[in-house]
């Protein structure tokens, strides 16, 4: 069955490491969607790509990078660890073929920075 | 500037009863309404979604209402399972792959 995996699912690091997380969807979806959750803000978008090579920051993308190589990965780079960047990522992603689309999300990677 | 608010962060209602999360937005392009269902340590699942041309969608136990001109949507759950306790965000779009998500509501649904 077609899938989006994230990794590591649960993540410990220290002020100022960089930090990478990963996201692989087997569905040949074009978009891709990174979020962060957190209490009292929902979720909200990091960074989305519609395909390969293209990358765009949603609206708290400082301090966080994304890269599209393959149709398949999306990897959120968090470039210096912050205690403000512990939070429960998750990735998403959407066919890009329709006008009203569905996105379908990981199971999620909780990061705590100390 | 929340552009979409979910103004209850709880609700708690009895087995077999309806249970109804509101939703109200600011921006009156958003055309593509969606209701997500969490339950902790796993991600968002996708339950019913609305088109703006439309004031009702129904899935099963699930209804979800659009008032345009109050823009505001609820979701009613009938009748309400225990297994129905989640954390409910709804999530809107303008016109774009990009959705904006509320705070959600946590739904608790008492045997």
């Known amino acids: 069955d077609a899938e989006i995996t994230q990794s590591p699912r649960h993540k410990i690091t220290e002020t100022g490491r960089q930090v990478t997380l990963a996201c692989h969807q087997t569905?040949?979806?074009?978009?891709m969607f990174w979020y962060r959750q957190d209490l009292g803000h929902g979720l909200r978008l990091i960074h989305y790509?519609?395909?390969?090579?293209?990358?765009n920051k949603g609206e708290v993308s400082d301090g966080y990078s994304v890269s599209r190589s393959n149709t398949e990965d999306l990897p959120l780079t968090l470039e210096s660890a912050a205690s403000s960047q512990t939070s429960v990522y998750f990735c998403?992603?959407?066919?890009?073929?329709?006008?009203?689309?569905?996105?379908?999300f990981g199971p999620g990677t909780r990061l705590l920075v100390l | 500037d929340q552009q979409v608010k979910q103004n209850s962060p709880s609700l708690s209602v009895q087995e077999g009863r309806i249970s109804i999360l509101n939703c109200d937005y600011t921006?009156?392009?958003?055309?593509?309404f969606l209701w997500y269902k969490k339950y902790p340590a796993e991600g968002p699942t996708f339950l019913i979604s609305?088109?703006?041309?439309?004031d009702k969608n129904e899935d099963g136990r699930f209804t979800v209402f659009l008032n345009k001109s109050a823009k505001h949507l609820s979701l009613h759950i009938v009748p309400s399972q225990p297994g129905d306790s989640a954390v409910y965000f709804c999530?809107?779009?303008?016109?774009?792959?990009?959705?904006?998500f509320g705070t959600g509501t946590r739904l608790k649904v008492l045997a």
């Open positions: 998403a992603s959407s066919s890009g073929q329709g006008s009203q689309e569905t996105q379908y």
């Open positions: 569905w040949n979806h074009n978009n």
């Open positions: 790509s519609y395909g390969v090579h293209d990358t």
């Open positions: 921006n009156s392009m958003f055309d593509y």
């Open positions: 609305i088109s703006s041309i439309k």
């Open positions: 999530a809107a779009s303008a016109g774009t792959y990009k959705y904006i």
